[in-house]
């Protein structure tokens, strides 16, 4: 169910890029996805990052919905998310892909809130907002905070979920870090390419990445599905570029990846990871 859902929400790139030369077919950028169950209509489709799930305007009650947040590279993390229900009140807190709310009980929910739970929340942060009965949309909010309304009747029509980067988190380059970036800028000049920035929160998932391929024993979960990612065992961090933009010891089925990601012209920001003999570098187009 995840993977399906994983589809219908994520963009598919065909070409192929990794250590091992693996193909990628989407971002490892994380995203929420949800979905509401309506008065008259039952559940709807999922959609994600800031979509209207529910209607506008046809003045019928979100009885129920489900989210599920894909982490893509931040371990120990998950969504946590409850309502509070005509007739009943709050609800337990559910978590990923469970139901909040009622169906087939013709109740309505009258407020939610939203938390994330585990290190993705140390950069980013969950915001959202209700379209309520006899008001329209309310203001973003965010982490906990209380969407729609108690104690007035009132239903939820529609809703929308996003996350968004959290802007206090700043680089902390250690020398390796700082020899790959230096070593990636040299190469890009040497291209007649503009140099990239270390970005903090791609450094974060990049080094989040780092972990998961070293519990795995080899590459990070779900490396074969995503863009933006090169990976590198067993490398100097002075030789790693070049190894990258030569595509030394990479199988790349025909497809240079690596070099596409070292030389892409329209990145700006870059993050890398270094786990033991692991290294993973992350930018903001990838490589195409």
């Known amino acids: 169910m995840k993977f399906l859902k994983w589809l219908i929400v994520t963009l598919t790139v065909t070409m192929g890029l990794s250590l091992f030369g693996t193909k990628v077919n989407a971002s490892v950028i994380p995203f929420i996805s949800y979905q509401a169950h309506v008065q008259n209509v039952g559940w709807q489709g999922w ?97 906990g905070d209380l969407a729609g309304t108690t104690g007035q009747g009132r239903r939820i029509e529609a809703f929308e979920v996003k996350l968004t980067q959290k802007n206090n988190v700043t680089p902390n380059a250690s020398p390796e870090v700082q020899i790959l970036l230096n070593s990636l800028n040299a190469k890009r000049q040497s291209l007649g390419l503009n140099p990239v920035s270390l970005d903090a929160n791609l450094s974060a998932r990049a080094e989040a990445r780092a972990e998961n391929a070293v519990a795995n024993g080899g590459l990070p979960t779900n490396h074969l599905h995503t863009n933006g990612e090169v990976v590198g065992i067993g490398w100097n961090p002075r030789d790693m570029i070049n190894a990258w933009y030569n595509e030394t010891n990479m199988i790349t089925n025909g497809t240079p990846g690596h070099r596409m990601w070292v030389a892409n012209p329209r990145a700006t920001k870059v993050g890398f990871g270094i786990v033991g003999s692991t290294i993973v570098g992350i930018s903001d187009v990838g490589q195409y």
Do not use: C, P
Not at 57 to 68: C, D, N, P, S
Not at 97 to 117: H, I, N
Not at 135 to 141: L, Y
């Open 47 to 143: 959609v994600s990052n800031g979509q209207t799930a529910g209607t506008v305007g046809q003045a019928l009650r979100v009885e129920a919905f489900k989210m599920e947040l894909q982490a893509n590279g931040f371990s120990n993390s998950s969504l946590e998310y409850r309502a509070h229900v005509g007739g009943i009140g709050w609800q337990n807190w559910s978590s990923d892909d469970s139901v909040a709310g009622t169906t087939g009980q013709g109740r309505q929910v009258e407020a939610f809130q939203v938390r994330l739970k585990g290190d993705i929340a140390q950069y980013y942060d969950i915001q959202y907002r209700a379209h309520v009965e006899g008001t329209g949309w309310q203001n973003w909010v965010s982490n």
